[in-house]
C-alpha cells in the first residue's frame, strides 16, 4: 500500500513569493490533516478535512494561508505571499476517520529567504 | 505554559541500553496518549497508542501512563542504533472537537 505522498520534497523562495504544496493521502482516507513543524518542535496541526469539507481550520492563517481538497481525495495548501517566518516543514497527514491512526507523508520543506 | 512539556535532549546512550523517555502534561482533560517515531527528513510514525493509565508493552517498547500525576513515558529495551530518532509524545483533547498535542521531541542517540 502507498503511503501519503506529498511534493515538492524541498522548495526555496524569496518573500512574497507563493507557494504550494501537494499532499495525496492513502487510498480510502477520508481525513486529511496539514500540520507545520518548526525547528525542533513538533507538528502543529493548521487545517483537518473530513472528505471535501474543512471542519477545523482554526490554527490556518486565513490572511495568506489557503487550502483545498476537490473531490475529497488530493489536498493543496498554499501561501501567498510568503513570510521569512513560514520557514518550516509542512506535513500532510491521513487516517481513515478522524481518530484512528494518522500516517504521516514525508513532508515539505520549506525554505523562506 | 505548555500544555505538552517534553525534554528535547538530545538524549545519548550506548547500544543496548534501557531508553526512558518522558512528557508531562498540564490538562487533566487529555484523553489518549501515543508516541511518535520521527527520523530525520521523515513524518512522523505511530509506535504506541493508549487510553488508560498503566502499562501497555509491544516488543521492546513499553508506555507508560500516570493520569494522577499527569506524566507519560516510553521505555525502550535493548536499544539499537536503528532507534536513534526523535521521539514525539502526543495527547488528544476532546475541546468540542478532538485535537492532537504534540510534544517538542526529544532527540535520541543510540551508539553502536
Known amino acids: 500500500e502507498a503511503g501519503v505522498v506529498q511534493s515538492p520534497r524541498y522548495k526555496i523562495i524569496e518573500k512574497k513569493q507563493p507557494v504550494a504544496f501537494w499532499c495525496n493521502p492513502i487510498?480510502?482516507?477520508?481525513?486529511l490533516y496539514w500540520y507545520r513543524q518548526n525547528l525542533g518542535q513538533g507538528p502543529e496541526l493548521l487545517i483537518r478535512?473530513?472528505?471535501?469539507?474543512?471542519?477545523?481550520d482554526s490554527q490556518l492563517p486565513k490572511d495568506r494561508f489557503s487550502a483545498e481538497r476537490l473531490k475529497g481525495v488530493d489536498s493543496t495548501l498554499k501561501i501567498q505571499p510568503a513570510e521569512l517566518g513560514d520557514s518550516a516543514v509542512y506535513l500532510c497527514?491521513?487516517?481513515?476517520?478522524?481518530?484512528?491512526?494518522?500516517?504521516f507523508g514525508p513532508g515539505t520543506r520549506l525554505l523562506v529567504l | 505554559q505548555k500544555e505538552v512539556e517534553q525534554d528535547p535532549g538530545p538524549l545519548s546512550v550506548p547500544e543496548g541500553a534501557i531508553v526512558s523517555l518522558n512528557c508531562t502534561y498540564s490538562n487533566s482533560a487529555f484523553q489518549y496518549f501515543m508516541w511518535y517515531r520521527q527520523y530525520s527528513r521523515k513524518g512522523p510514525e505511530l509506535l504506541m497508542y493508549t487510553y488508560s493509565s498503566g502499562n501497555k508493552e509491544d516488543g521492546r517498547f513499553t508506555a507508560q501512563v500516570d493520569k494522577s500525576s499527569k506524566y507519560i513515558s516510553l521505555f525502550i529495551r535493548d536499544s539499537q542504533p536503528s532507534d536513534s530518532a526523535t521521539y514525539l509524545c502526543a495527547m488528544i483533547i476532546n475541546t468540542g472537537g478532538f485535537k492532537t498535542i504534540f510534544g517538542a521531541g526529544t532527540r535520541l542517540f543510540v551508539k553502536a
Open positions: 487510498s480510502g482516507h477520508n481525513t
Open positions: 478535512y473530513e472528505n471535501e469539507e474543512a471542519v477545523d
Open positions: 497527514a491521513s487516517s481513515r476517520i478522524f481518530g484512528e491512526t494518522q500516517y
